[in-house]
């Protein structure tokens, strides 16, 4: 049997490692368009390689998904984020659980993860070809003829395709699977950050808020966790769940919205009015901008008293209900207009792919083309960030590796 891999990334690799094991006697090939592998491996966490996911629960883990959370329930029985530590730590790979439960190769280094697979496609002899693009799929009877870019590449027959080509921009990218009769879902962006050109937000850039609650001011769009203000707007857990969440809705709004930030997390109008009029009656004398409530970070706290209208050396016992009341409505309900977006680091993740109805979750083959399967981010599947997208490739690749 010869299978072809097309592409050379974290789902490419774990999908020809998985088919080689399930059938040792099987010529195995990855066809890498570019002339590097693992790439996105390699930028990933900052370098480091976020694997996966500490999350143990199925049903906690599938929350991460805004997409493909039905199908991901039932592939994750099978491989799960335990199923991929194990798989690392069986091969020489030690990894460690974060506090926030973001998985890290013990070294510290994405490329601890790059050479484990190195050394595994070489252990299983899986055969690697960089700058291989495949050009064209045509299907001769229940085989595969992959024709290349490159004239002087020649075309070859597989009994079996993998497609792990990873995540498109453009719909364009992935004509040559619509060709073949599978449905696409318009690629958007889906982690990025939240550009705020006009907001004065931006002189705080790296304050960070510990938890914050975002939503999207018209929708019921929202997520909660750390909050980070930067030069362009503002990032952090909390804004690229929000993103991900909402890829389609705000692909739509062409990226023009306004986001409604509570400083407090999830506390309501009447608890933070409570709080802010204890502290009053306990600090009378104290300045405002020397006591910030709920820690937050000074340099926040004393923005917002000034989008108060009232002085950081105005004490507390002269706020009065006026100065209360708007520092009620800025610490539950701060707006800001964000212009734009910015991809998050150079981990780019798009919603949108080969629709979920033309793929067997039992086996990622196509429902469209016999003996052709799926893995990764060319489907319609993405995850916030936190190690979950990694995990989607390895269990899809895993599971189109046993080439059931």
């Known amino acids: 049997m010869k299978v072809a ?20 006697t099987a010529t195995v090939t990855v066809f890498e368009k570019s002339s590097k592998l693992l790439a996105k491996v390699k930028v990933s966490g900052g370098g480091r390689c976020n694997v996966t996911n500490g999350c143990s629960t199925i049903s906690e883990l599938i929350k991460a998904y805004p997409r493909g959370t039905r199908q991901l329930k039932k592939a994750f029985r099978i491989f799960s984020t335990q199923d ?30 790059i050479d484990c697979f190195l050394k595994e496609a070489r252990r299983l002899e899986v055969n ?21 870019l490159k004239e002087d590449q020649a075309p070859e027959v597989f009994d079996k395709v993998i497609v792990a080509t990873g995540g498109s921009p453009k719909r364009s990218g992935l004509a040559w699977l619509e060709d073949l009769g599978h449905k696409i879902e318009e690629p958007v962006p889906s982690l990025f950050t939240f550009n705020m050109p006009g907001e004065a937000v931006r002189e705080l850039m790296g304050v960070v808020v510990e938890p ?25 857990p909390a804004i690229l769940k929000l993103s991900a969440h909402g890829a389609r809705i705000l692909s739509e709004k062409d990226y023009r919205f306004n986001v409604q930030i509570n400083w407090t997390a999830s506390r309501n109008d009447d608890t933070v009015r409570d709080d802010l009029k204890s502290i009053a009656r306990s600090h009378p004398k104290k300045n405002a901008g020397n006591l910030a409530p709920y820690d937050l970070p000074k340099r926040l706290w004393r923005f917002l008293l000034t989008k108060a209208q009232l002085t950081e050396d105005k004490v507390w016992g002269e706020i009065g209900k ?50 052709l399967y799926f893995a990764g981010e060319v489907l319609d599947i993405d995850g916030i960030t936190g190690g979950y997208n990694f995990q989607s490739a390895w269990t899809t690749a895993f599971i189109a590796g046993k080439l059931a």
């Open 84 to 113: 991929t530590m194990n798989w690392f730590e069986q091969r020489g790979v030690p990894l460690v659980i974060q506090e926030d439960n973001c998985v890290f190769p013990e070294s510290q280094s994405s490329q601890s993860i």
């Open 322 to 371: 006026n100065g209360i009341n708007k520092l009620v409505s800025l610490l539950t309900n701060d707006v800001y207009a964000v212009q734009g977006k910015t991809t998050f680091k150079e981990e780019f993740v798009t919603c949108g792919g080969v629709s979920l109805q033309d793929v067997d979750f039992k086996t990622l083959q196509s429902r469209v083309c016999k003996n």
């Open 5 to 24: 891999i097309i592409g050379g990334g974290a789902a490419g690799f774990f999908a020809a490692l998985a088919a080689k094991e399930n059938h040792p």
């Open 128 to 148: 690697i070809k960089t700058s291989y693009g495949v050009k064209k799929l045509q299907q001769q009877e229940e085989q595969w003829l992959l024709s290349f």
């Open 212 to 236: 914050a609650l975002a939503n999207i001011q018209g929708t019921k769009l929202k997520a909660d966790g750390p909050l980070l203000i930067t030069h362009w707007g503002m990032s952090g």
